[in-house]
């Protein structure tokens, strides 16, 4: 008896024994799978940050040149003669006058051997066509300078911009681009002589789009962008957490709504231009709506941000727990107050998070914005809704397409100034989940 | 008990007293559906003034649904249907004029999650009388406050951190602040569907006091399922199988006498 109850002890406990080794076998393999599983997704980041870095270093590395620009260290006389400025009290003369020329004549002060016409237009190449302006400003701004001498900071041509850069930046040759060998010349004396200096580029902050790259700026297309973007939020925003309260909360289920639902998703797929042509068709050829302007940019990108805005909403509004419905309904509140009073609190971080991610796609959008003729060249800082302008993304296309080698470094320039945007908007998106987030 | 009594056709009519003198909500007749799938069968059942009536039953009997028909919750259901008469004293419940905000105001409810709301607990309770108006000063309001937070026991556990979330609480003093928050709006008939089922013994013991102390003032209808619960806290218990109406008796009646053998082998632990 004994005997047999020890032996049966015996062989569950070789069972077990056996079993345990087996689940051990086992583990071991299993802890290997999970480790690779871990690795996968290690890699996939890797790689993706990898390909940030490389993004950021090459936009950084050719853009962070465009924030300096070169100016040409000159003593300006202020000569009325030359200025052709008899009465320093009246103001049309004083912006009528002959800045360029007492550009030009210190220029030739500086080199007093350039005689040829054609060697002089040579040397003139060297400054800015709107270096007269920012003097003009300043004679404006104090006509007692008249008759005076004072040191002014030039404004260099892009080529003398650009030459400095390259040269700066490696020992190599620099870039002369349309730089004959004499004017290289002059470069050098002036170099030598330290009357080439590099500045902030503050131009690039306050002027609109140009044709030469010193005097370009952006400044008109972050206007038009941002005017867009808030015709883009007020429509998009509005109509958008409208359909999905409705959707979610009213609307009956049937084949009618149903098909609104897929037609909304479908859109959300919709190539972008295909907005820009409905708005070039609908908008500008049935309502004759104005060309190039925020506003219609506006209305454009928010119809291509509203089945985003819509699909995250209603999936915000889905994710309120039914309990608090319950509660607030069983406390006898209407549906209008279920909604108001918890439905929104609730879903509004999710709202938003939809909202701004929707925007920071219309603010990075480009096609549709050149079918309605946000393309134009305008130079003008746009004021108004209604003001013709371009946008950001517009904008970096248009400078990659132009020849100049200065446009390279202004468009990287631009990329970061979009970026920085971006990063904003989204850095704003997280900052107001975490606000508004409720726990329950 | 075989299992052949368990079936439907062996159900007879509702055996005991189902209906009394004088009711605060009387239901006749009562079908719902869901979809094709008939949930309740002609239940007639009464609820006494200041009663507290407990529902008990195995999972799926329809004791909840038939709960949550009493003020209308069901609505919120698109493919339930509703059949039968409700009258709460003389107002025709599913009368298609019916305005169901001031109903639910006379019928409150105490869910079986405790599901305050992500306000504060001072929030919490001042929601009903806020929405349905019922205070016309700031004074008037905390005194509301106050006063239900004392009836539901739960007045010097929060007094002094009225503006904390009333998440925060823990189960049974969220379920509390619940029964606050109902009682807020002095509702004539509280609806509670099985309010312990998420706590510990501790605080389930408290709400059953709460229950008992409450039922002076307000007409308890209880979904429970736990019988000592029921024993504990009704007069009138009502048994629910499949749907059906088994037996309503007096509570000490109905758990140490059962006229139904049904109701028996529930009691009993047989199945359920």
Same mark, same amino acid.
């Given at each position: 008896m004994n005997n047999v109850s020890s032996k049966s002890i015996n062989t569950s406990t070789s069972q077990q024994t056996n079993m345990i080794d087996r689940i051990n076998l086992n583990l071991k393999k299993r802890y290997r799978a999970e480790r690779r599983f871990k690795f996968y997704g290690l890699i996939s980041i890797c790689f993706a940050l990898l390909c940030l870095v490389v993004l950021f270093t090459d936009i950084i590395g050719k853009g962070h040149t465009a924030f300096f620009q070169t100016y040409i260290a000159l003593e300006v006389v202020l000569d009325a003669d030359v200025l052709d400025i008899?009465?320093?009290?009246?103001p049309k003369q004083l912006s009528e006058a002959n800045y360029q020329g007492v550009i030009r004549h210190s220029l030739r002060a500086v080199?007093?051997?350039?005689?040829?016409r054609n060697e002089k237009r040579k040397l003139y190449?060297?400054?800015?066509?709107?270096?007269s302006y920012h003097l003009a400003d300043q004679v404006r701004a104090d006509?007692?300078?008249?008759g005076q001498t004072i040191q002014l900071s030039v404004l260099a041509d892009d080529d003398v911009d650009t030459w400095l850069k390259s040269r700066r930046n490696?020992?190599?040759?620099?870039?002369?681009?349309?730089?004959?060998s004499q004017q290289l010349d002059w470069l050098g004396n002036l170099f030598e002589a330290n009357r080439l200096e590099q500045k902030f580029n503050i131009i690039f902050f306050t002027n609109g789009d140009s044709r030469e790259p010193e005097l370009a700026g952006i400044r008109g297309a972050i206007m038009g962008s941002l005017f867009t973007i808030m015709v883009t939020f007020l429509l998009s925003f509005t109509v958008g957490i409208s359909t999905a309260i409705y959707l979610e909360e009213?609307?009956?289920?049937n084949r009618i709504t149903d098909f609104i639902e897929i037609n909304i998703n479908n859109l959300a797929a919709v190539p972008s231009i295909i907005f820009g042509l409905l708005g070039l068709a609908?908008?500008?050829?049935?309502?004759?709506m104005q060309r190039s302007v925020p506003l219609l940019g506006g209305i454009v990108l928010s119809l291509m941000t509203l089945p985003t805005i819509i699909i995250s909403s209603r999936a915000a509004i889905k994710s309120v727990p039914p309990s608090i419905r319950e509660a607030a309904l069983g406390m006898g509140a209407s549906k209008m107050q279920v909604i108001l009073h918890h439905v929104l609190p609730l879903a509004m971080p999710g709202m938003l998070t939809g909202t701004i991610i929707g925007l920071a796609q219309a603010l990075g959008e480009t096609a549709p914005l050149l079918m309605i003729g946000m393309v134009a060249f305008v130079v003008d800082v746009p004021g108004?809704?209604?003001d013709p302008s371009t946008a950001l993304p517009v904008q970096i296309f248009l400078w990659s397409d132009?020849?100049?080698?200065?446009f390279v470094e202004r468009t990287s320039a631009a990329i970061m100034v979009l970026l920085a945007l971006l990063i904003s908007m989204n850095s704003l998106a997280v900052w107001l989940r975490k606000r508004l987030e409720r726990r329950w | 008990m075989d299992k052949s009594i368990e079936g439907i056709e062996n159900i007879g009519p509702t055996i005991g007293v189902p209906l009394v003198d004088n009711p605060k909500m009387s239901m006749r007749n009562v079908d719902v559906f869901y979809a094709d799938k008939q949930?309740?069968?002609d239940v007639s059942l009464d609820i006494g003034k200041n009663e507290v009536l407990s529902m008990i039953g195995?999972?799926? +009997?329809g004791k909840s649904t038939f709960l949550r028909c009493l003020n209308r919750?069901?609505?919120?259901?698109?493919?339930c249907k509703v059949t039968g008469s409700f009258h709460l004293e003389d107002l025709d419940?599913?009368?298609?004029?019916?305005?169901i905000v001031p109903l639910r105001a006379r019928v409150g409810m105490v869910f079986q999650k405790p599901n305050?709301?992500?306000?504060s607990i001072y929030d919490n309770v001042a929601y009903g009388p806020r929405i349905h108006g019922l205070s016309e000063s700031k004074t008037d309001l905390d005194e509301i406050v106050e006063s239900s937070l004392q009836k539901a026991g739960l007045w010097n556990e929060v007094k002094d951190r009225?503006?904390?979330?009333?998440?925060?609480?823990s189960g049974g003093q969220q379920q509390r602040l619940c029964i606050a928050r109902t009682i807020a709006i002095s509702p004539e008939v509280i609806l509670m569907?099985?309010? +312990?089922?998420?706590?510990?013994p501790i605080a389930t013991s408290k709400i059953e006091n709460l229950i008992t102390e409450l039922s002076e003032n307000y007409t308890i209808a209880i979904v429970t399922h736990s019988m000592q619960q029921a024993a504990r806290v009704s007069n009138r218990t009502a048994y629910f199988h499949l749907g059906k109406l088994v037996e309503v008796n007096d509570t000490e009646h109905l758990f140490t006498?059962?006229?139904h053998p049904l109701t028996e082998a529930y009691i009993t632990g047989r199945f359920g």
């Open positions: 008899q009465n320093i009290d009246n080199f007093p051997d350039v005689t040829g190449a060297l400054v800015s066509s709107g270096a006509p007692s300078l008249v490696n020992g190599s040759e620099a870039f002369t681009g349309r730089l004959n009213y609307a009956p289920k609908i908008f500008i050829g049935v309502f004759g108004a809704l209604t132009s020849p100049e080698r200065a | 949930a309740i069968h195995p999972s799926g +009997c919750m069901n609505d919120t259901i698109d493919i419940i599913y009368h298609p004029k019916m305005d305050p709301f992500p306000k009225l503006d904390e979330q009333g998440t925060g609480l569907d099985e309010p +312990c089922s998420a706590l510990d006498n059962p006229d």
